[in-house]
């Protein structure tokens, strides 16, 4: 499976924007670019993918270089309910599983 | 919501015993997953049915097993205890018919294991 780089953890202050990075230089012609967060005590969740094209929806949006080796998401304005870890995570489009890292852990200042 | 439940929330148990969790997939998902949750290993994929059939595998161990039944719901079954097996455990569902890197999956509250 292709890997991903985040960092360990961010700040950032409420009802801010956050921007998520994410690398994944090795990524494939077939790999969809996901992401989910885990708030504190709750499963995942997803919140948005894409191939190569940006996305947006109601939760945040995702912009992808154009190379595709790297991407960010993008909380438009931060509250302290999105305080959780995201994890950025390649999915070959023949592949259900999820391979999980170890995400960035998002603290979110009042 | 999610729309996925898992039963029970918790559960103690001793070293050597058996136990079964539970999972009710959405309505409409075909796609059933079980994730381990610990501390040490962080979440790791265990293993895939889809509408009653195992699809994929992943770090399983042999003392643990899972089926779908013809409702969809999953069971998964852990059985001779170790400490170690001491987690959160998953479920997820997907519509998944084909392309599945394409489609999102929808996790449970997680049951929380304690072997003492």
């Known amino acids: 499976d292709a890997k991903t780089t985040q960092p360990n953890s961010m700040e950032s202050n409420e009802e801010e924007p956050v921007h998520l990075p994410c690398n994944h230089s090795?990524?494939?012609?077939?790999?969809?670019i996901h992401w989910y967060r885990q708030l504190p005590s709750q499963g995942p969740e997803y919140v948005i993918h894409?191939?190569?094209s940006n996305v947006n929806n109601r939760m945040a949006s995702l912009a992808i270089a154009e190379d595709r080796k790297s991407s960010t998401l993008i909380l438009h304005r931060a509250t302290l309910r999105d305080a959780a870890v995201y994890y950025c995570?390649?999915?070959?489009?023949?592949?259900?599983?999820?391979?999980f890292g170890k995400g960035t852990r998002l603290h979110i200042l009042p | 919501d999610s729309g996925v439940t898992q039963t029970p929330k918790h559960l103690i148990t001793a070293t050597g015993q058996r136990v079964t969790l539970r999972c009710s997939p959405r309505?409409?998902?075909?796609?059933v997953y079980w994730y381990q949750q610990s501390l040490d290993q962080g979440l790791q994929f265990l293993i895939q049915?889809?509408?009653?059939?195992?699809?994929a595998k992943g770090n399983i161990l042999e003392r643990f097993s899972a089926q779908q039944f013809p409702d969809l719901h999953s069971e998964l079954n852990l059985s001779s205890l170790e400490l170690g097996d001491s987690a959160l455990y998953f479920c997820?569902?997907?519509?998944?018919?084909?392309?599945?890197?394409?489609?999102?999956?929808?996790f449970g509250p997680g049951t929380r294991l304690t072997v003492t």
């Open positions: 997820a569902s997907s519509k998944r018919t084909s392309g599945g890197g394409t489609y999102e999956q929808y």
């Open positions: 090795t990524i494939s012609g077939t790999d969809y």
């Open positions: 894409g191939l190569t």
């Open positions: 995570i390649l999915r070959d489009v023949r592949d259900d599983k999820i391979i």
């Open positions: 309505s409409g998902d075909l796609s």
């Open positions: 049915y889809y509408n009653g059939e195992e699809r």
